[in-house]
């Protein structure tokens, strides 16, 4: 790796064991490990391009359980040995801190934390980490690097849900903001209502990472004392930050969760083409995939001219200037894929 002055970019991705129960219901894949697996492959590639193409100052590793490269099939073999040729570090990591109480919905969301610890590992302590979701487009990398707090902060986003939406359907408690808060005014600090860490994006130094792990674990073990779970890292990241155990500085000037397309509620962004970074939850399964597929098929040259420039980018990403037109092409793309996969399953079976 280079200097510790150069950011450590941490992508994370775990693959799940045969016979493992998982959903995720923004990842538009089926129920097969392999095939959720080469879905967030394709998403971290495309992340990858954001950075790479356009000659990005930084070091980049992604933190995975991988060991049999031939169970992700052909396609995640393909996409992994793309992924390497970019200069990307595998990081041999095992899932450590999986939920407490068995839930498959976002089973992996606490991943982070086993990622956060073998990335931290034997780095200065005076170098920037930024551990993101794989589904995130770099827009403005320098612009967001400039936004790194100092230590013990840790930088990440966060979500102004309302005070009582649920945000997946966790349980009886912690589902929501106030149930955060109602946690923490149980466990003795009563601050109102609290802020909602977004797991997309985390930043810090080595040793302010290591404590946030830690304060999680705290955490895990004092609600298990009383029966109780949190099971994903937004949870029990937005508990931590209710009761001062991490002290988390928002970074939603620069990065944002974006939702795209016309199937979502949420509010829209005043100038997202002045952001650092874009959460793209909704474009696993059509930009960030369509990006991927043009890497692998040596079709990047248009990529990499967009990457150049954010009024493209956000039109290759679904971010700015669609439309009924761009809508329907969309669609078109995501059948066409569709048909392509069934016939290539069915050749497999054949």
């Known amino acids: 790796m280079s200097t510790q002055s150069t950011p450590l970019v941490v992508q994370y991705l775990y693959v799940h064991e045969q016979g493992e129960a ?18 967030y492959l394709e998403c971290t590639l495309a992340q990858i391009a954001s950075l790479r193409f356009r000659e990005v100052e930084c070091d980049l590793v992604l933190a995975t359980n991988i060991s049999d490269r031939r169970a992700l099939g052909r396609t995640g073999e393909e996409l992994l ?23 498959s919905t976002y089973v992996s969301s606490r991943y982070v934390l086993d990622a956060i610890l073998t990335a931290a590992e034997g780095q200065p302590e005076d170098r920037q980490l930024w551990l993101t979701d794989l589904d995130c487009v770099w827009v403005n ?3 967001l690097f400039a936004s790194a707090p100092p230590a013990p902060e840790i930088g990440c986003v966060f979500i102004q849900y309302p005070p009582d939406w649920d945000t997946v359907g966790f349980g009886e408690y912690g589902r929501t903001r106030k149930g955060i808060g109602e946690l923490a005014a149980e466990m003795g600090v009563s601050g109102g209502l609290p802020a909602w860490v977004g797991g997309e994006l985390l930043t810090g130094t080595p040793g302010a990472l290591r404590d946030l792990v830690a304060a999680s674990e705290r955490l895990d073990a ?31 000037s620069v990065a944002r969760r974006v939702q795209t397309g016309t199937r979502h509620e949420a509010p829209p962004i005043e100038e997202p083409l002045s952001l650092g970074l ?29 990457l150049l420039d954010p009024t493209r980018m956000g039109r290759r990403f679904n971010v700015v200037g669609t439309g009924l037109p761009r809508q329907l092409r969309d669609d078109s793309w995501i059948a066409t894929q569709r048909i392509y996969g069934a016939a290539r399953s069915t050749l497999s079976i054949r």
Not at 81 to 103: A, F, M, N
Not at 222 to 249: C, H, M, N, Y
């Open 81 to 103: 040995e793309q992924i390497e040729s970019l200069g990307v570090e595998i990081l041999p990591t095992v899932y450590r801190h999986r939920p407490g109480d068995g839930s």
């Open 222 to 252: 004092r609600l298990a004392e009383q029966g109780k779970f949190l099971p994903t890292e937004e949870q029990i990241l937005s508990l931590a930050g209710a009761l001062g155990d991490v002290r988390f500085r928002d970074l939603t």
């Open 141 to 143: 990398p320098g612009k």
């Open 22 to 39: 998982f959903h995720y219901p923004s990842a538009r894949s089926s129920s097969s490990a392999a095939r959720v697996a080469n879905r």
């Open 278 to 306: 874009w959460h793209l939850p909704g474009e696993k399964g059509l930009s960030l995939r369509r990006a991927a597929r043009d890497i692998c098929h040596g079709r990047a040259e248009r990529l990499r001219r967009d």
